[in-house]
């Protein structure tokens, strides 16, 4: 199957910084990925869809201007949070829709963001 | 927008003994439903999905069944080890390329 990673698999950082958090596919093209955020003990919900060459869609809620994604490239889609605070922390996590198949959905290994 | 519904939250069985997970959608075009386990800390895991053209998708100790006039899916788990202990996402999406839904989630227990 493809092959998503995500870097870093863990960070920590003092409120009001800001932190990338890189997604990639490994062995195929992504034009679109997504972003989902996991709090403990809950669900995952979807942030927002990444388009390679556009604009973001982010969801109803979802502050655009604090969670900055860039699709750079065919393979790489970041997602920054800016001014971290406490609440910011959770498990995000990507995924990338496969190719031919393209309702089958690859996700990345997540990312645990904690805020201090 | 679709709204995705999960039940039990937690469930508990002695090995052995089967589960049954279900979830309910309110979108009729949703077409692709897949299910997920995710153990702490890692990504969901793809363990069986099933698409609108059929009804009942089999993969040794698992299967799921779908009942779209009804707008249900369930999850079946036969012969319970220890090592089926996760929490277990149903998702559901309507068009191919796009994001999926997530239900919120049931914890399964099986004990020795």
């Known amino acids: 199957g493809a092959v998503v990673s995500q870097h870093p698999s863990w960070v920590i950082c003092k409120s009001g910084t800001s932190v990338k958090i890189e997604c990639r596919s490994l062995?195929?093209?992504?034009?679109?990925m997504f972003w989902y955020r996991q709090f403990p003990k809950q669900s995952l919900m979807l942030m927002a869809t990444?388009?390679?060459?556009?604009?973001?869609?982010?969801e109803q809620g979802v502050e655009k201007d604090k969670f900055l994604i860039n699709h750079a490239s065919l393979t790489l889609s970041t997602l920054t949070v800016t001014s971290a605070h406490p609440e910011d922390s959770s498990f995000y996590i990507c995924s990338c829709p496969g190719q031919g198949i393209t309702d089958t959905q690859y996700f990345g290994p997540g990312t645990r963001l904690t805020v201090l | 927008g679709e709204n995705v519904e999960q039940h039990p939250s937690t469930l508990s069985v002695q090995e052995g003994d089967s589960a049954v997970i279900k979830c309910t959608y309110s979108d009729s075009a949703s077409n692709y439903f897949p299910w997920y386990k995710q153990e702490l800390g890692k990504r969901p895991q793809l363990i069986i999905d099933i698409r609108s053209n059929v009804g009942e998708k089999k993969d040794q100790r698992i299967a799921v069944t779908l009942n779209k006039t009804a707008k249900h899916f369930s999850l079946h788990i036969t012969e319970t080890q220890p090592e089926d202990s996760a929490v277990y996402f149903c998702a559901v999406t309507n068009q191919a390329g796009t994001a999926l839904i997530f239900g919120k989630g049931t914890t399964l227990s099986v004990s020795s």
């Open positions: 990444s388009n390679e060459g556009s604009k973001a869609t982010y």
């Open positions: 062995d195929f093209q992504a034009t679109t």
